[in-house]
């Protein structure tokens, strides 16, 4: 999947995820059949226990289902092996925890720039530069994760996730424990960013002060919920 | 960014684990160096010394005594034996070369022996300043003699009854100084040599030869039985004959193998004289300096030993402390076997550093014990040398890391990304 996309990649869903099946022993969680088209912006929600954080692991390939397919921009993530398929995640697919969890000993700028390198793409410290930029941390690009805000924290967690122009944006919980003015200002950030790349974004929360900022919704609950009428 | 840059920035995160593995695994590798640079060195001396050399024959006593006090200058003689008996032994067909050697005296600590020309030929001595003896009372210093002396080929001095400092002096009979040897790596290094006739000439100024003079109890005796008179019980002074005359030592070579089965049965049980061999008495000594060094041996085992315990624990821990760190790289796109990799380079770079520091502190010990070794006039040892066993000891370090590791980099390859960013939502 080419940074600059193209009309046919367009035409192809971000995610097309079927018969999505999770085992955990004797409990199972079942997704329902769920397409995201490009620049789209997802909302999953649901109570605890649901299966968002399971769905966000399936779509990362970071679980492998225990039944069904997921694939993410036309590539089927069972045909991809460990290695290959850490290396596509890398590539295509952003991803922003709950909490930041920065490199502690890295400045925030080699933060960003181990996301490129991780992936396996080249040095690009002009991206990095206008990344950082854009989210408002140029100016703390030399400075190590403790010493910055949780805010900008979040926002340094948001440019790792963006550096490498993922087809996909994740967001798992990024407004948990965050008051009402936090919470708009991630979402802003989040929603802006990811349209501002062209990425589809999926962010998952049981956080119900998010809901009026998406127009696309997946709720589940203890099973999986239908789709959501287009 | 590259690995390697991540790697030591993960080291340096965690000073204390890391610092405790580096040093515990450079204390054993420094007690692994100390033992292969002092006792390869002190053996490759000892091979040296007494390469050539196939029988020292010398008074009843001792063997092993004989051959420390004739080859290699380190104990004193067992007494002195006549010259007469020398020369028999000369004259039979089974020795093809006799080195007779005279000891008793000293100066500053060095012994002067009393040897003819092909006992420095033996050891491919030779004079970088000056010339070999020609005459009596003429004298070569080896170059650590005059090194720590001070002296050079014009100047004179008087020996000292004894073979340790503070005999009495012989100062009516100063020796010449006409030359000094370059560094052999041999005992020629430590000695001062002068003609066998000297020797004779000093003690008969005293109107007597040399005793065996011993660096104590010797000396003190002859000093006790009258020094003027030299007829104390560590063997009467020789007369100025060869029928009274008397040595300490003469170093053989066989003229054929076979003289290794009959000459040395014969010497001890037809002669009054003691025959000891090299070679056998040599290993013995070893073999007895090798339970010491066993001993150390399994020392540095138990320290490198533990140093792997500690690397492992500091690896296991530092990656605990990490996990996050850990779980995001694998999000980012790193895999399990990059993550496996990181961890044993970051045991390697520490396995390198305790090796590198264990080597340092092991060549600088050395140097420091081979400094005391010549102050005390013993064969020296050098800590700047590089011996090729060296290499195996960063080899075995390498090892250690890997091993220590191994727990650590499948534990942190198996961190569960989801279970670990989700912190337990589902």
């Known amino acids: 999947m080419a940074p600059d996309r193209d ?6 869903p971000v995610v097309d995820a079927r018969a999505l099946l999770q085992r955990f022993g004797v409990l199972a969680l079942e997704f329902p059949d769920w397409h995201v088209s490009l620049r789209e912006q997802w909302l999953v929600i649901g109570p605890s226990g649901s299966g968002k954080s399971t769905l966000l692991a399936l779509l990362a390939g970071l679980r492998r289902p225990s039944a069904g397919r997921v694939a993410i921009g036309g590539q089927d993530l069972a045909a991809l092996s460990g290695a290959a398929l850490d290396r596509f995640r890398g590539r295509h697919i952003g991803f922003v925890p709950q909490q930041p969890h920065l490199v502690a000993t890295l400045t925030l700028r080699d933060n960003v720039e181990l996301a490129r390198y991780l992936a396996g793409l080249p040095r690009d410290p002009a991206r990095v530069a206008a990344v950082l930029a854009r989210l408002g941390l140029a100016g703390r690009a030399d400075h190590r994760p403790h010493q910055l805000s949780r805010g900008e924290a979040q926002r340094a967690a948001v440019a790792r996730a963006l550096v490498n122009r993922p087809a996909l944006l994740l967001a798992d919980e990024p407004t948990a424990h965050l008051d009402d003015a936090a919470c708009a200002e991630t979402l802003d950030l989040l929603l802006h960013q990811a349209g501002e790349d062209g990425a589809a974004l999926v962010l998952a929360t049981h956080d119900g002060r998010v809901k009026a900022r998406f127009s696309h919704r997946l709720a589940l609950g203890g099973v999986a919920s239908a789709p959501p009428a287009p | 960014m590259n690995l390697l840059r991540l790697t030591t920035r993960e080291l340096r995160a965690n000073p204390l684990g890391s610092g405790l593995a580096v040093l515990l695994l450079a204390l054993g590798i420094a007690t692994l160096t100390v033992l292969l640079l002092f006792v390869g060195q ?40 006549p010259l007469a008996e020398v ?13 007779p050697l005279a000891l008793g005296d000293s100066f500053g600590g060095f012994r002067i022996v009393g040897a003819p020309p092909e006992y420095v030929a033996h050891y491919e001595g030779r004079p970088s300043a000056g010339r070999l003896p020609g005459a009596p009372m ?22 000292a009854h004894g073979l340790a400092e503070g005999g009495p002096g012989h100062d009516e009979a100063p020796y010449q100084v006409v030359g000094v040897l370059a560094p052999g790596g041999t005992v020629l290094d430590r000695l001062i040599l002068t003609p066998v006739d000297s020797v004779w000439r000093v003690h008969e100024g005293h109107g007597a030869a040399p005793t065996a003079g011993t660096p104590g109890a010797g000396a003190h005796a002859a000093v006790r039985d009258g020094h003027d008179g030299h007829d104390g019980p560590q063997g009467a002074d020789a007369v100025a004959d060869v029928a009274g005359r008397e040595v300490t030592v003469v170093l053989l070579q066989y003229a054929s193998p076979l003289a290794a089965v009959s000459l040395p049965r014969m010497i001890n049980q037809a002669t009054a004289l003691q025959a000891a061999s090299p070679a056998f008495e040599t290993a013995r000594l070893l073999r007895l300096v090798g339970v010491g060094r066993d001993v150390l041996h399994a020392f540095a085992g138990m320290l490198v030993a533990g140093a792997a315990a500690a690397l492992g624990v500091a690896l296991l821990s530092a990656l605990r402390g990490r996990r996050y760190d850990i779980a995001v790289m694998r999000l980012l796109g790193a895999s399990r076997a990059k993550i496996f990799t990181v961890t044993l380079l970051e045991a390697l770079l520490l396995a390198t550093a305790g090796a590198l520091l264990g080597l340092a502190l092991g060549h600088g010990l050395v140097e420091v014990l081979g400094g005391w070794l010549a102050r005390e006039h013993q064969p020296a040892v050098t800590g700047l040398r590089l011996l090729p066993g060296e290499g195996w000891l960063l080899v075995l370090a390498w090892a250690i890391g890997l091993v220590a590791a191994g727990l650590p980099a499948w534990s942190a390859a198996r961190t569960d990304v989801a279970v670990l960013l989700s912190g337990g939502n589902s």
């Open chain 2, 42 to 81: 002190l053996e490759d001396r000892f091979g040296r010394d007494a390469r050539g050399i196939d029988l020292v024959v010398g008074a009843k006593g001792s063997p092993m005594q004989i051959i420390l006090s004739g080859i290699y200058h380190l104990d004193v003689p067992t007494g002195n034996i």
């Open chain 1, 7 to 12: 009309e046919a990649a367009a035409m192809t």
């Open chain 2, 138 to 159: 003429e004298a070569v210093l080896g170059a650590e003699v005059a090194a720590r002396t001070g002296m050079k080929p014009g100047d004179a001095f008087a020996g």
């Open chain 2, 87 to 99: 020369r028999r032994l000369q004259a039979l067909p089974q020795v093809r070369r006799a080195m």
